[in-house]
């Protein structure tokens, strides 16, 4: 249920109704004038959050239906509202309403259509403003409330009309009502504010209204009723030609007392239903109305602040009123979420605040931590001088020396001597050894890497062969082997086979040979040690 | 509402959205200024905690490393310790008199123009090595006296000395005559030796950076 304030304004008078959802309360004024204003505004200050709406129950509207070609809704609205425009009266509230052209419509409707000849009726509504009008108008811009806008009566009680119709079907089986779409249908209401009025619907919205100049609280108004309701129908036979008493139907919203000095008159042409406020509010499920006389007032109020609202009537102060507030709206919301960015942004900056302190933290430990193992270091590490006896060498100079006989000290100690003196085994055999070389292989003096270098030392000569039996010759060259290896141990030796294709009967006295004698100047286990 | 309040009260919410925006402003640019600003300050602080350990790491290297040479100070003879240089003179005095010693004639040596060695090769830092190539060639009675003569020329000669070549070659067998020319003094000795070795002194002047 919306909340809202209702401002009815009718030539008897004005009756507010507050609309809080739960409950509804209203007050009837007659005229606004000074002594009631600054009561009035205390109660508007006081519900300031609720919109307000005004509705006009007034004498002089004017319902003019006219007629244009088919065309675009938005050409059809520009030539519309500059005919509303240009028709010389400035001041009076205006709209239109685009009356529903069913096209697929069934040939029995009653309702002129042009849809064979493709036209569109608009229903041109103008209503005047009189000085209580304007009255209350200046009223409402002054307070807090928001202004929504200017009904009228007469429209809005269409979504009344739909209302009660669908729900009478449901409740009351006896008086089944049903919108026809070939009917039309003429409500009879009366309100505390306007008085007495027919409004006449066709099953898609409102065709006119009139007001009548009967009360139904007085005396002598069923003829005039009867007299007002036939020549509502001679009217309406004008517009629909074809229309019959039996399409016409009359629902009247006046007193029980009313209505059934209406039915005594037993008129049988007519189709009329009858309705009290009362058991309407009932029906509709107002059932918390406080409902004065019979009056049709409060209950249209209550009607139309929840339903949707079909034409809204409003001037250049309501308009530019509207658009503030619809600024407003937006810059609401888009502070609203200015202040949530705002809470994002500055969590993100607080958060990466706390990281950045925390990883700058954390990275000067680790850096205090490394410079405390550097000082650490430095002061365990051997810097300085090395006291060797009286004399006094630096470190870095001992490391010199270091580097220098780590590198070339291994490639003085020469093994010449110890492989010649291990090869005196050589006097059991008949050989003569002719050179001996002594070479450093893989050794470049420039470099400091002499981890490839090894000596290699060759001996070439004869061996001798006496009986110069080629079987002697092998016994003795794989014994000299064989001793070669027993002596030399540590060394690798190669050397020239005997070829194995030679010929046997030939006799050999003597056999050249070559062996080369070597080693590794450093062993792999010693480079391992080392490096660890 | 009147109209005047409702233009007030825009007035503000335009005020707070400026505020707003401003502050979210000012706080999008704290926001990557501190991220900037930290990745600086990260950088420079890992670029000198990594330039500490690096400098930890080759303390440690070194003092490891210095301990290692201490230790083989110890056990590199005083002869390899030697700051006499190259000296041409005293090496052919040297080699005179132990080839007298071994009988040893014909003996001629050539000495290659020492260099300074670069520091780079050894990476010494307070003495400078120099470098030569020796080339001796004699002729010896026999082939021990050869080994022993070559042997202890290289025990004699100070620094490091390097034997990239040895050789010794008997081109023929004495025969009666020989022993007669020998003792007459008119023949050498049959047996050819040739020896080259690298010979790295050290001396007592500032290193050299790099070699051409």
């Known amino acids: 249920m919306s909340k809202a304030i209702v401002v009815l304004i009718g030539n008897n008078g004005t009756i507010i109704s507050k609309h809080d959802g739960k409950n509804t309360t209203s007050e009837f004024i007659e005229k606004i004038d000074d002594e009631n204003k600054q009561r009035l505004s205390n109660f508007f200050i006081t519900n300031k959050k609720f919109p307000i709406y005004v509705i006009l129950d007034t ?5 003019k239906k006219k007629t244009y070609p088919l065309m675009r809704a938005f050409d059809l609205d520009k030539i519309a509202n500059r005919d ?12 239109y309403i685009i009356l529903k052209n069913n096209q697929s419509s069934n040939k029995k409707s009653i ?33 807090p409330n928001r202004l929504i806008g200017i009904y009228m009566l007469p429209v809005e009680s269409f979504n009344f009309f739909k209302k009660l119709i ?21 409500l009879v209401i009366q309100t505390k504010t306007g008085g007495s009025r027919q409004i006449v619907f066709s099953s898609s919205g409102i065709v006119f209204t009139r007001v009548v100049n009967y009360n139904f609280n007085e005396v002598n108004y069923i003829d005039k009723y009867f007299q007002d309701i036939y020549s509502t129908f001679e009217y309406l036979k004008r517009l629909y030609i074809n229309l019959s008493l039996s399409q016409f139907e009359v629902i009247n919203i006046i007193p029980e007392s009313a209505s059934s000095e209406i039915m005594k008159a037993k008129n049988v042409e007519l189709n009329i239903t009858n ?26 109020n209550s009607v139309f602040v929840n339903s949707p609202k079909i034409l809204k009537f409003s ?6 009123n509207e658009n503030l507030n619809l600024i407003l709206n937006i810059f609401f919301y888009f502070n609203i979420a200015l202040i949530l960015i705002l809470l994002i942004v500055s969590f993100a900056v607080y958060n990466t605040n706390v990281n950045i302190t925390e990883k700058i933290n954390k990275s000067q430990d680790q850096m205090i931590n490394a410079q405390n193992e550097f000082a650490r270091v430095k002061k365990i590490s051997m810097e300085g001088n090395f006291q060797q006896g009286d004399r006094e060498i630096s470190i870095e100079r001992v490391a010199d020396y270091g580097r220098v006989e780590e590198a070339i000290g291994p490639l003085t100690k020469n093994d010449f001597i110890k492989i010649y003196s291990s090869m005196s085994f050589t006097k059991n055999f008949s050989l003569k050894v ?12 420039h470099n400091s890497n002499t981890r490839n270098s090894f000596f290699e030392t060759v001996f070439s000569g004869k061996l001798f062969n006496k009986s110069g039996d080629i079987e002697t010759l092998f016994t003795e060259f794989d014994k000299l082997i064989v001793e070669m290896k027993k002596n030399l141990p540590n060394y690798e030796i190669k050397y020239n086979e005997l070829p194995r294709n030679i010929d046997f009967n030939q006799k050999y006295f003597d056999f050249p040979f070559e062996f080369r004698i070597s080693k590794k100047i450093f062993e792999e286990k010693n480079i391992e040690n080392e490096n660890q | 509402m009147k109209i005047n309040k409702l233009k007030k009260k825009l007035t503000i919410y335009i005020g707070i959205a400026i505020l707003m925006i401003t502050l979210i402003g000012v706080l999008i640019f704290m926001y990557f200024f501190l991220n900037s600003s930290f990745i600086k300050e990260f950088d420079k602080i890992t670029l000198e905690v990594t330039n500490i350990k690096e400098k930890t790491s080759e303390i440690e290297k070194k003092s490891l490393e210095n301990k290692k040479y201490m230790k083989l100070w110890s056990q590199i003879d005083d002869q390899k310790k030697s700051l006499n240089g190259i000296k041409v003179d005293d090496l052919k005095k040297m080699i005179d008199t132990i080839a007298e010693k071994y009988s040893i004639s014909n003996s001629t040596f050539k000495v290659s123009v020492p260099e300074n060695f670069s520091s780079s090769v050894f990476k010494n830092e307070t003495i400078s090595i120099l470098f030569t190539i020796v080339e001796l060639n004699f002729n010896a009675y026999h082939d021990i006296k050869a080994i022993q003569f070559v042997n202890d020329v290289m025990n004699n000669i100070h620094g490091y000395r390097i034997i990239n070549k040895f050789e010794i070659f008997k081109e023929r067998e004495y025969d009666v005559k020989d022993y007669f020319d020998i003792s007459a003094e008119k023949i050498f000795g049959i047996v050819r030796g040739k020896l080259v070795f690298s010979w790295y002194v050290y001396k007592e002047t500032t290193p050299v950076k790099s070699s051409n």
Request: proline letters at 0%; hydrophobic letters at 30%.
């Open chain 1, 59 to 63: 004498i002089d509207q004017t319902y």
């Open chain 1, 84 to 95: 509303l425009a240009t028709d010389g009266d400035k001041e009076s509230l205006k709209n």
């Open chain 1, 111 to 143: 309702i002129k259509k042009n849809d064979s000849s493709g036209k569109i009726d608009c229903l041109f509504i103008t209503s005047s403003k009189s000085e209580n009008i304007n009255n209350w108008l200046n009223f409402a811009y002054e307070l």
């Open chain 1, 166 to 186: 669908d729900s009478s079907n449901i409740f009351k089986n006896q008086t089944v009502l049903k919108i026809k779409e070939e009917n039309i249908y003429c």
């Open chain 1, 275 to 300: 309705f009290t406020v009362k058991n309407s509010a009932d029906i509709l499920k107002f059932n918390s109305l406080q409902i004065e006389n019979d009056y049709f007032d409060v209950l249209m």
């Open chain 1, 315 to 320: 001037n250049s102060k309501i308009k530019y």
């Open chain 1, 434 to 445: 002719n050179s001996m070389s002594y070479n450093l292989s893989g050794f470049n003096s």
